[in-house]
Nanobody, 124 residues
């Protein structure tokens, strides 16, 4: 069982930066591949980024490549999403999720556990 709690969301102007954190409970965090998704009102949940359990391999959605960076610290049971050059279209609720033995999981259906989400709002 893994419980996930996101933090770090807020209101930022276009061009600004935010860093989201996702704190996980459970001793097996380091065995899970982790992902970030986002969902804007009226839209489907969108893949943002994922990272394998070792923190070696990362993958990004096309809309965030070159602007967002996913990382993890297994000693702290935490995964991060550094978001730079934010745009109004990045406005959404951001969720972190955990998947067991799925190092390149880009579909929400592949994830086993989800956090409650944190709101990110980018003003123009």
């Amino acid at each position: 069982q893994v419980q996930l709690v996101e933090s770090g969301g807020g209101l930022v102007q276009a061009g600004g930066s935010l860093r989201l954190s996702c704190a996980a409970s459970g001793r097996t965090f380091s065995r899970y591949d982790m992902g970030w998704f986002r969902q804007a009102p009226g839209k489907e949940r969108e893949f943002v980024a994922c990272i394998d359990w070792r923190g070696v391999n990362t993958y990004y959605g096309d809309s965030v490549k070159g602007r967002f960076t996913i990382s993890r610290d297994n000693a702290k049971n935490t995964v991060y999403l550094q978001m730079n050059s934010l745009k109004p279209e990045d406005t959404a609720v951001y969720y972190c999720a955990a998947a067991f033995l799925k190092p390149r999981a880009t579909s929400p259906d592949e994830y086993d556990y989800w956090g409650q989400g944190t709101q990110v709002t980018v003003s123009s």
